[in-house]
């Protein structure tokens, strides 16, 4: 299976909430790291741990998937009810037909106001996916 479809069937069981479809696209020593709020998820079943106990009223939209030689990029943007609209941008490296480790940045999308010194080069809006 290419790595691609690996990733896309990962963001597809998490959407539909299938813990043992996550499971199987994931090494049994995964490491996941989230630079933002500095954690580092190690293992299987704590990757799907943190997955299935997050709050519900949530969706995912798989925005692009990037075959970028040794690893895929994805970006996703997650809608959670009550907090606003994530946007996911991940590293995936997958070898053997599974995720083996990741790097993802999580940021609330529009969560943070440019810097006044840029103004005058760029203006506020959204961009199409």
């Known amino acids: 299976m290419e790595a691609t479809e690996v990733v896309r069937r990962y963001w597809s069981a998490v959407w539909s909430r299938d813990w043992n479809a996550v499971g199987r696209t994931l090494a049994d020593d995964v490491e996941v790291f989230w630079p933002v ?61 599974v995720i083996v480790s990741g790097r993802e940045y999580w940021t609330l999308y529009g969560g943070e106001e440019g810097r006044d010194w840029r103004r005058k080069y760029s203006t506020v809006g959204d961009i199409p996916s």
């Open 37 to 97: 709020t500095r954690e580092i998820i190690r293992g299987r079943d704590n990757l799907v741990a943190v997955n299935s106990e997050h709050p519900n009223g949530w969706s995912i939209d798989v925005l692009n998937v990037y075959d970028a030689g040794d690893v895929v990029v994805s970006e996703v943007q997650v809608p959670q009810e009550d907090v606003g609209i994530f946007r996911v941008v991940s590293m995936w490296t997958v070898a053997d037909g």
